[in-house]
């Protein structure tokens, strides 16, 4: 019985909060930004608009209308901004891949000069160059 009361005073708590927070449109947001946002300057008025315009902007303009040079402009930039980003990625992926191939190709080389070496004093006879090699059949 002792956590019941615990448990009704704080539901009665929240309760309360809820309905006393229940009016208001935003507790995060102060008088002061709804002004500014009520009237914007230079190029934020072009690209924000208010809440009573954008409810009905997509009713107005029709999937065929013609796109402002603000909306043209702003989509070229994120093409743009795309490809540059995509040019990069796939740049550094060509030199990771040409420096592991460089690595590769110099392993190789190593691994080959090593044999080389091995084979030749395995197979030296003491003559220079090597009798085996250079004799004349008759």
Same mark, same amino acid.
């Given at each position: 019985?002792?956590?019941?009361?615990?448990?009704? #005073?704080?539901?009665?708590?929240? #309760?309360?909060?809820?309905?006393?927070?229940?009016?208001?449109?935003?507790?995060? =947001?102060?008088?002061?930004?709804?002004?500014?946002?009520?009237?914007?300057?230079?190029?934020?008025?072009?690209?924000?608009?208010?809440?009573?315009?954008?409810?009905?902007?997509?009713?107005?303009?029709?999937? +065929?209308? =013609?796109?402002?040079?603000?909306?043209?402009?702003?989509?070229?930039?994120?093409? #743009?901004?795309?490809?540059? +980003? +995509?040019? /990069?990625?796939?740049?550094?992926?060509?030199?990771?891949?040409?420096?592991?191939?460089?690595? /590769?190709?110099? /392993?190789?080389?190593?691994?080959? +000069? =090593?044999?080389?070496?091995?084979?030749?004093?395995?197979?030296?006879?003491? #003559?220079?160059?090597?009798? /085996?090699?250079?004799?004349?059949?008759?």
């Amino acid at each position: 019985m002792s956590w019941t009361q615990p448990v009704l #005073l704080t539901c009665l708590v929240v #309760l309360s909060a809820i309905t006393l927070f229940h009016g208001a449109d935003s507790a995060a =947001v102060s008088d002061k930004s709804d002004a500014k946002a009520a009237n914007p300057q230079g190029a934020l008025r072009s690209i924000f608009m208010p809440e009573a315009d954008a409810s009905s902007f997509f009713k107005r303009r029709s999937r +065929r209308a =013609v796109k402002t040079q603000d909306e043209i402009n702003a989509e070229q930039r994120q093409r #743009l901004a795309a490809d540059e +980003r +995509r040019r /990069e990625y796939h740049e550094e992926q060509r030199n990771e891949f040409e420096n592991y191939a460089e690595e /590769e190709h110099d /392993e190789q080389d190593e691994q080959t +000069r =090593v044999k080389t070496e091995q084979w030749r004093e395995f197979h030296y006879d003491g #003559l220079d160059p090597s009798y /085996e090699y250079n004799r004349h059949t008759v």
